[in-house]
């Protein structure tokens, strides 16, 4: 029994001094020509490319020739960076738990890999993409030749071709090496293949004009390990992101949001992916120019910063969230339009930004102060005479600032007399955080029951927006 347990023992000391090696790494990096930088500095990617990395190591520099990171305790890995001459030249590798890396880097800054054998696949992908680079320079070449449509429709074929080499390396790799990083990281780069045949609808008859796009969709993640926290150390997360959600994901809140949802659920295994994911989508929404986007950045702040899944970010971080959606949340398409007391600029009576009836109301939030706005208005005007009447718009113009005088002079010289203008005569500053108007010009349209159906319009939008208004009336009317 004592031989036995002395075995068992033995194992087990085995097993803890394997699993105790496969943490850190030890990278030696030999530079055929001398470089004069006393240290070179390890770096990781979070998700997007370059010039975005983060310095996690550093190493001296022995005799201006090599130099070796090493490090014992556990890293998750990656795609890591490392930066030379001053930070001014660079090159990648491949790091995990246990690697031991020797790279000879050349005059061209580009690394030669030994030991590693991961390394060395991945240089050998760098080359074959350096031939691809090339080839694709003389296309462009030809392209500033070309004279015909059929020329043009041969380099089409040529870059396609390209681009199906480029998948063929990648996926002749990861169907030989299943288990291998470079496999993910290739697998995370995988587009789906368009599928080119003609599809028809339930009919039978007519060609499904949109199954190729709907297809490409649906497949667009088939291949992203969403469990694997190794990928958001690369920075591949950042362009499949913004390509799903600015080319395929149809632009209202509703299906943003379920996008959004569905994404963050494939996450949560994986801390560093989720992490990355939810900081993209509230930047995303909070910054997109798109109409009614910020519908969604409320959703996330409601349902994720707000209910402590933003879990790197202290309160103050969580709060500046919160408060940035307490100021778009009023005003989300769709909500009825806060109802906020002002005073008619000619009388000086109360009256409420929601009054009169009318099929559509446009707020204007403006000022006198304001180039943009100033510019701005006398395009309204024009609108208004020529193309906003006739739908029946009734036009509220609230300039923020400005003397009584010059306001009712503004309205005279442009000879605005069916407008209703109202000031904030009672300094109350009430319709400020309702209608986010730190900004000036901020432009609102509203339906005849005063909810909102558009936001953040200008002169070039307000028509497109009534115009889709009325489509849908007559959508709405032609079924019933």
């Not at 930066?83 to 246990?98: I, S, W």
């Not at 309160?315 to 005073?343: C, E, F, M, S, W």
């Amino acid at each position: 029994m004592k031989k036995i347990l002395s075995v068992l023992t033995a194992l087990v000391a085995m097993t803890g001094a394997a699993q105790a090696q496969k943490n850190g790494y030890t990278v030696k990096v030999n530079f055929s020509e001398p470089i004069t930088d006393k240290y070179v500095y390890l770096a990781h990617y979070f998700g997007k490319g370059l010039p975005t990395i983060y310095k996690t190591d550093s190493a001296q520099v022995q005799n201006g020739t090599s130099a070796t990171f090493q490090h014992k305790d556990s890293i998750l890995g990656g795609i890591y960076v490392v930066m030379y001459k001053e930070r001014g030249a660079f090159f990648q590798l491949l790091l995990d738990n246990g690697y031991d890396v020797e790279a000879t880097v050349g005059a061209d800054h580009r690394a030669h890999f030994a030991k590693n054998e991961i390394n060395k696949d991945f240089e050998a992908h760098e080359t074959f993409m350096v031939g691809q680079a090339a080839k694709r320079k003389a296309l462009q070449d030809e392209a500033s030749k070309a004279k015909t449509k059929s020329d043009t429709t041969k380099l089409q074929e040529k870059y396609e071709k390209l681009s199906q080499e480029d998948k063929a390396y990648r996926r002749k790799y990861f169907g030989s090496h299943p288990k291998s990083l470079l496999t993910q990281i290739f697998r995370a780069m995988d587009a789906p293949d368009i599928d080119k045949k003609k599809h028809y609808m339930a009919d039978g008859k007519t060609v499904d004009s949109m199954y190729a796009l709907n297809n490409y969709k649906a497949h667009f993640w088939d291949n992203f390990d969403f469990t694997d926290n190794r990928l958001a150390k690369t920075p591949i997360l950042d362009g499949r992101l913004n390509e799903y959600f600015s080319q395929l994901v149809y632009p209202v809140p509703d299906t943003i949001n379920m996008e959004m949802d569905k994404l963050l659920k494939k996450a949560e295994p994986a801390q560093e992916v989720y992490k990355y994911i939810l900081h993209w989508l509230g930047n995303y929404t909070a910054e997109s120019k798109m109409m009614g986007v910020d519908a969604s950045f409320v959703h996330l702040v409601e349902n994720y910063f707000g209910k402590g899944k933003a879990y790197w970010l202290d309160t103050a971080g969580v709060n500046r969230y919160l408060d940035r959606a307490a100021k778009i949340a009023p005003n989300v398409l769709g909500n009825p339009a806060p109802d906020v007391t002002l005073q008619d600029l000619t009388t000086l009576q109360d009256e409420s930004i929601r009054s009169g009836n009318s099929p559509y109301t446009l707020l204007i939030f403006w000022s006198p102060q304001c180039g943009h706005c100033m510019e701005e208005m006398p395009k309204i005007i024009d609108l208004y005479n020529t193309d906003l009447k006739k739908y029946g718009v009734r036009v509220v113009s609230v300039p923020t600032d400005g003397d009584r005088s010059e306001l009712l002079k503004f309205n005279a010289d442009h000879k605005i007399t069916e407008w209703k203008t109202l000031v904030d005569a009672k300094n109350k500053l009430e319709y400020k955080p309702l209608y986010d108007v730190y900004s000036t010009p901020k432009i609102y349209l509203l339906d005849k029951d005063k909810k909102l159906v558009g936001k953040s319009l200008s002169s070039g939008t307000i028509l497109k927006v009534v115009e889709f208004e009325e489509e849908k009336k007559a959508r709405a009317a032609k079924k019933s």
